[in-house]
């Protein structure tokens, strides 16, 4: 494979729940986790005789998003009915928008290795969700839960600008991003919120000539992994197809292929042959859409700060690396939760210190956002704050932090109750100091004599009065009264 | 067994035995007139039609569901009310028929189809909710053309209606058991649907008042949909101001229904009609009289009603209507195309009825379908799936919607000319059971007439204006402006405050 010359070309389709609270076209909350059937009503079961009427907060939050990727918005759009037969579909059409979407031609600008790319956006349009068909057991039926069903859709299309499995996951970071800085959608992949779709293929160079292999487009990913991942396997995959059998993009069909996580592969679901007729036309129950120029600079003019531009002032202003400063940019609350602990004369490194360290820890443990572990911004710049002024050590905090999490206290009671207010009076620990030093003559010669243990017996004899004094001793102050005592 | 007894007991008196010959002839209006007065009980109007029903009906079809403990029910509450000095609203106590395609919670909603055939709506069509809020009493669910398709009700997948005037002929369609229970006076008044002219033959068959109101003006909220671009529910009735009555209820803004029109003013239709029509424009279209085929007794019928229009003081001018020829095509393109993707939802899956022993999931839609729908609905979803098929939807559905445009703007120009536009409902009277019933586009004919205001939106009225030779019903059809069932009414009532057409009740229901 290696002596073979070849581009990766993928486009990719995103699906992304939008958080509103009712669903796309009646008022059922837009909510997930309930049991079965529970959040439904006779418009999103399809009853006979319903009739759909658009939210409008939807397609506001499109309209923000296209905004966010400097799309044109469409001042006239419509819906239209896009007919297929599943189970999870109950009017077996799905209301969608065909050949006018709410916005189209944007751009979303990534960051790669260093490099800047823009990424071409094709369209943004609003649909709804289809339900979730149940296959417990051996039972010889399925069951459907519509809960689901009529939960507003952003599909996001861009054009074939992605060059490599690794821009295309990076373009989904930067789009989560993207819409929970927005505030549109919680953007949760676990539960489904964020679906990836990409189309790939390739052209490859050889003897001078260019061979494009067939598009495949691999369904429904569940995460930036898995998109990773199922996108290098399609790449190899291509090319030992294309030299085992010579088809090409000409003489082949598109296909449509699933990831199967587990064995690391895509399969083959169907050719275009079979692909479905969807038959659209314009719902006669919606009404077009016609935007007024007013409402979307009203829109534009209140979008928050973009995650691209907030990045890059939290590496300038708060010395953070790129890594650091895309995992807190990533969710808005985060990065707001941090600027308002920072505005309470929070030292900067300290609060840093704390959002990459155990803030972080604890909200990956839970699987959840730092903002959504619900400390407020005082209780954090507090703790900070302690650890500036030399009230607690930095061990303490920590310790500190995790007693935030369970209890509404503020961090100076806790420190207190849990005795871990740093001792920095002098004689206080020097008594200690001494104590230790009388304990342990052999370690006091070694530290006193230069060579390889003098060291180690400074760190141990620390330790021993770190112990001695729970942990409360300011090890600052420690340090000099011992560097003192044994006189280097 | 108590309240049977209390039932034939309060049929039985004397005094009853006047008030019934009364309530035969008597309109919704001065029903609910007397009833809010108090000379009339809502228990004894619903028992006189719950009368008629057990009468007639079992000859006549027109109703699927006879709702007797529902309205005596909902009788007693009314009348119990207006014993307390309140007011149930302007429709108090007065018995509705309602067409089964439109949604009740308290009754099985079939839409005459094997399909829905124990279908029970989880909730009340928007006009059921208006209704019973004014008062109404909904005594039944009628019978119809399997999903509103045809123009006979003789696609019925439960039974055949007959026509009250002659029992081997239809009453007209889709809402033939609409049209048959106020002729035959098995409710006073009823609500169809009219997508094609659903509303409009069957008054015409039936020798009854029955208006399509303006696209927009009554929420389509709980009305099964057929083609929903075209569909529209309104009243039948026996003259006029029972329409303009109903009207009044059903009409308005409903947030459900995206097309519906919000007006700034609610209108009162009652109160608009008593103005005179002289000096008022009524347009004749030459197409419709170029068409060949004609009955000439109804040609005659129109001729003589133009006169009473002409003495009244209107002015008859005559109009084009140049696009009227591709009318039928352009109908049955967008109709069927709604229809196809409107009726998918009818698959075995969620409710309805499910094919018995199906292979694989791909045969619980197959065999659902096929066992479900009857031929003539079969027909239209092929049709209108056909229309939607990539690489013919252009040629077809597409043309269709310009060609629908034309005919708006040919409407548009006529009424920059006259008020109103007065034509035949259909081109025969009621014809014989089983007559086009193999031939469906001949029957497609029928609606020649009624078609073009569905296309373009417009209000349009069928009154009754004379009787053929061997006594059928004759129908005139008033077609008005946009959101101007005003005027339509306005000129019927003024037609049959000349005429007693519409006061004739057919023999075999006396």
């Known amino acids: 494979m290696s002596d073979i010359a070849y581009k990766v070309i993928i486009g990719l389709e995103i699906h992304i729940q939008l958080a509103t609270e009712s669903k796309m076209f009646c008022s059922c909350p837009n909510h997930f986790g309930d049991p079965p059937n529970s959040n439904v009503c006779p418009v999103c079961m399809g009853s006979p005789g319903v009739l759909p009427v658009m939210n409008k907060k939807a397609y506001e939050y499109a309209v923000r998003t296209a905004l966010a990727l400097n799309c044109q918005i469409a001042k006239f759009t419509k819906w239209d009915r896009k007919s297929y037969y599943y189970p999870d579909l109950p009017k077996n059409y799905q209301i969608s928008q065909y050949d006018l979407p709410l916005s189209y031609d944007g751009l979303l600008e990534i960051s790669v290795n260093g490099e800047h790319k823009q990424i071409r956006i094709r369209r943004v349009h609003l649909e709804e969700d289809a339900g979730k068909l149940l296959h417990e057991g051996n039972v010889g039926f399925s069951q459907v839960d519509l809960n689901r069903t009529g939960a507003p859709l952003m599909e996001i299309v861009t054009e074939p600008d992605l060059s490599s499995a690794e821009e295309a996951r990076v373009f989904g970071a930067e789009l989560r991003a993207l819409v929970r800085t927005l505030g549109v959608s919680e953007a949760n992949m676990q539960e489904g919120h964020m679906r990836l779709e990409p189309n790939i293929n390739l052209a ?81 129950d919606l009404v077009p859409v016609v935007v007024e120029q007013l409402w979307v600079d009203e829109i534009k003019k209140n979008l928050p700060e973009l995650p691209m531009i907030r990045r890059v002032r939290f590496r300038k202003d708060f010395g953070f690396n790129e890594k650091d400063a895309a995992t807190l940019v990533e969710d808005r609350e985060t990065a707001d939760l941090f600027e308002n602990a920072l505005t309470l004369g929070t030292p900067v490194k300290t609060l840093c210190n704390h959002f990459i360290g155990f803030w972080s820890m604890h909200a990956n443990q839970r699987n959840i956002t730092i903002a959504q572990l619900g400390i407020s911004a005082q209780r954090i710049a507090m703790l900070a704050k302690m650890v500036g002024e030399g009230k607690i050590n930095p061990t303490a905090a920590a310790v500190i932090a995790e007693k935030m999490l369970v209890c509404t206290d503020d961090p100076q009671v806790i420190a207190e109750r849990e005795k871990l207010i740093q001792v920095s009076d002098v004689s206080a620990l020097e008594t200690i100091i001494d104590e230790v030093l009388a304990a342990n003559p052999k370690a006091m010669e070694d530290a006193r004599t230069p060579g390889k243990k003098q060291q180690k017996s400074v760190g141990f004899l620390l330790g021993q009065v770190m112990q001695k004094s729970r942990g409360q001793a300011n090890p600052q102050v420690v340090s000099e009264i011992l560097g003192r005592k044994i006189g280097n | 067994m108590d309240r049977f007894l209390k039932c034939r007991e309060c049929l039985q008196t004397k005094k009853m035995k006047n008030v019934i010959e009364d309530i035969l002839k008597m309109t919704a209006t001065e029903l609910v007139k007397d009833i809010k007065t108090g000379k009339l009980t809502a228990r004894q109007v619903v028992e006189f039609y719950l009368r008629q029903i057990e009468r007639c009906d079992r000859e006549m079809g027109a109703f699927i569901s006879i709702l007797d403990d529902h309205a005596r029910t909902d009788a007693d509450k009314i009348d119990s009310r207006i014993a307390a000095g309140e007011n149930p609203g302007p429709l108090s106590g007065l018995p509705i028929a309602i067409k089964d395609n439109m949604c009740t919670d308290f009754a099985p909603t079939t839409c005459a189809s094997k399909i829905l055939i ?15 809020k004014a008062g109404a009493i909904v005594i039944g669910k009628t019978n119809l053309d399997e999903f509103a398709m045809g123009s006979s009700t003789e696609n019925s997948g439960i039974k055949i209606t007959r026509n009250p005037w002659a029992p081997d002929r239809v009453p007209g369609g889709s809402s033939g058991g609409s049209g048959v229970a106020v002729a035959a006076r098995m409710a006073p008044v009823s609500l169809g649907s009219d997508t094609g002219g659903s509303i409009r033959l069957p008054a015409a068959f039936c020798g009854i008042c029955g208006l399509k109101p303006t696209y927009g003006r009554v929420s389509r909220y709980g009305l099964v949909a057929y083609g929903s671009s075209l569909d529209q529910i309104g009243p039948f009735g026996c003259d006029a101001r029972d329409i303009a009555l109903v009207l009044n209820t059903i009409a308005g803004y409903d947030h459900r229904d995206s097309t519906s029109v919000p007006l700034e003013h609610a209108a009162d239709f009652t109160a608009a009609m008593e103005k005179p029509i002289a000096g008022l424009k009524i347009g004749i279209v030459k197409e419709y009289h170029a068409q060949g085929g004609i009955d000439p007794e109804i040609t005659q019928a129109i001729e003589q009603a133009i006169k009473v229009f002409e003495q009244s003081g209107a002015k008859i001018i005559d109009v084009d209507l140049p696009h009227t020829d591709y009318a039928v095509a352009c109908y049955y393109l967008v109709a069927t195309a709604e229809a196809s993707s409107n009726l998918a939802r009818y698959d075995g899956v969620h409710y309805g009825y499910r094919t018995p022993n199906p292979t694989d999931y791909i045969d619980v839609y197959s065999s659902s379908r096929a066992e479900g729908f009857g031929d003539e609905v079969k027909r239209r979803i092929m049709l209108g799936t056909y229309v939607l098929s ?9 043309k269709a919607l310009k060609v629908r445009t034309l005919i708006k703007q040919d409407f548009d120009k006529v009424f920059e000319k006259v008020d109103v536009i007065c034509a035949p409902v259909a081109p025969t009277p009621a014809f014989k059971i089983g007559e086009k019933v193999n031939d469906p586009l001949t029957m497609y004919l029928s609606d020649i007439f009624t078609i073009s205001a569905n296309l373009a939106g417009i209000p349009a009225l069928a009154i009754p204006c004379g009787f053929t030779n061997n006594n059928l019903p004759i129908g005139l059809q008033l077609l008005g402006k946009h959101f101007d069932e005003e005027t339509l009414l306005r000129t019927a009532w003024d037609y049959q405050k000349k005429t007693d057409f519409h006061r004739q009740i057919p023999e075999m229901v006396k």
């Open chain 2, 390 to 398: 990539a690489g013919y939807y252009d040629a077809y559905y597409l």
């Open chain 2, 118 to 132: 124990d279908y029970r709506p989880p909730y009340n069509a928007h006009v059921v909710e208006q209704l019973q």
């Open chain 1, 204 to 284: 490859i160079q050889k003897d001078g000539k260019e061979y494009r292999t067939p598009i495949t487009e691999v369904k429904n990913l569940g995460s930036l992994r898995a998109l990773e991942r199922a996108i290098s396997y399609e790449i190899n995959r291509q090319i030992a197809d294309w030299q085992q059998t010579g088809i090409t993009l000409e003489t082949g069909t598109k296909s449509t292929r699933g990831w199967d996580d587990n064995q690391g592969v895509t399969v083959l679901q169907r050719e275009k042959e079979e692909a479905h007729d969807y038959r659209y036309f314009p719902d006669p």
